[in-house]
């Protein structure tokens, strides 16, 4: 059992920047993969970032790329998504979360995902 808390998320105006925290429990953080996700209004949960166990992998979605880094601190058992640029879609709630199987060719789907955070809202005005 694996449980996430995100933190980091506010009330910014676009191109301004945000560090978003995700505080994982569990001896096995570093072996497994973790994902950030985000969920606007009406919408569907969105693949934005991810990264493999040992951090030297990672992925985004093309709408984030350039702007958004993810890193992840296993000795602290942390990952987190520093956020660049922000603009108004990217107003969402944020969830990180945990992939138990890793593969590269499946961590852009949300369903691979075993376990998810409560989430942190993140609010852009433009």
């Known amino acids: 059992q694996v449980q996430l808390v995100e933190s980091g998320g506010g009330l910014v105006q676009a191109g301004d920047s945000l560090r978003l925290s995700c505080a994982a429990s569990?001896?096995?953080?570093?072996?497994?993969?973790m994902g950030w996700f985000r969920q606007a209004p009406g919408k569907g949960r969105e693949f934005v970032a991810a990264i493999s166990w040992t951090g030297r992998s990672t992925y985004y979605a093309d709408s984030v790329k350039g702007r958004f880094t993810i890193s992840r601190d296993n000795a602290k058992n942390m990952v987190y998504l520093q956020m660049n640029s922000l603009k108004p879609e990217d107003t969402a709630v944020y969830y990180c979360?945990?992939?138990?199987?890793?593969?590269?060719?499946?961590?852009?789907?949300?369903?691979?995902?075993?376990?998810w955070g409560q989430g942190t809202q993140v609010t852009v005005s433009s």
């Open positions: 979360a945990v992939d138990t199987y890793y593969s590269s060719s499946s961590i852009r789907r949300a369903h691979e995902y075993d376990y």
């Open positions: 569990g001896s096995t953080f570093s072996s497994y993969a």
